[in-house]
């Protein structure tokens, strides 16, 4: 019998704005796809010796290696590089190098600035809180919302510069990873950007996209057992 499973797994949860990444780079790639769920605060030894910095995604090429650290890549980043060299259309890294290097940062920013203020200042402070049957930390995450996240939506403001993309004039590996980060977000509060015309536009052309609505609903499928509806951070 011919073994009918995808050659790439995704270890690790669609609740993961990083692990969406890879799934939407697959998505716009055609490429099949499974998504193995690790509990990445408590992951198992195997596990542990494929991410040495015990974080998801990580993905296995079961073409490669069934087990092992062999057939494996860590890091959300160095998984879609590959990806994109192994299945190499359609593109989703600019040809031209500025435009190339564009996206190689606004995918940086979106992982490193954004990631932190709306991963560590507003999913974790409600989502991890209400999931332990706490009262979510709504100070933190308003404080977020007015302060922190503000000054990164006003560089993303200023280098999309009116565009539908963010490098080059096509979808790029950047545009994936902010609208994946951002919409962490979108998984426990309400995100209104009236204040970033561009972004709101790029925003809402990306939530469009299967390749970034099919990985979010399965998140929001699981994030809305624990919180069924989202706050208002204004
Ligand atoms: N730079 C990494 C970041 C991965 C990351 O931070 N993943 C989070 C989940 S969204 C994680 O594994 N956190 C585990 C922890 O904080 O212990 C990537 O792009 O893959």
Redesign the pocket.
Known sequence: MSDTRPDLVIYGSPV???ARKVAGVCIEKGVDYEIEAVN??DPPQWFRDISPM????VLRDRSVAEEGVAGTI????AICAMIERKHPAPALYPAAPMALGEALFIEEYA?TAL?MSG?LGIFRPIFFAVSKGQEPDLAKARDTWANGLPPIFDVLEARLGGRAFFAGDALSIADISVATVLMQVSLVAETPLGRWPALEAHFAAMQARPSIAQPYAAAEKMVRKALPTCFDLT
């Open positions: 993961s704005p990083f990445v605060f015990k974080r998801i995604p860590a890091d959300s980043s992982d990631a991963g």
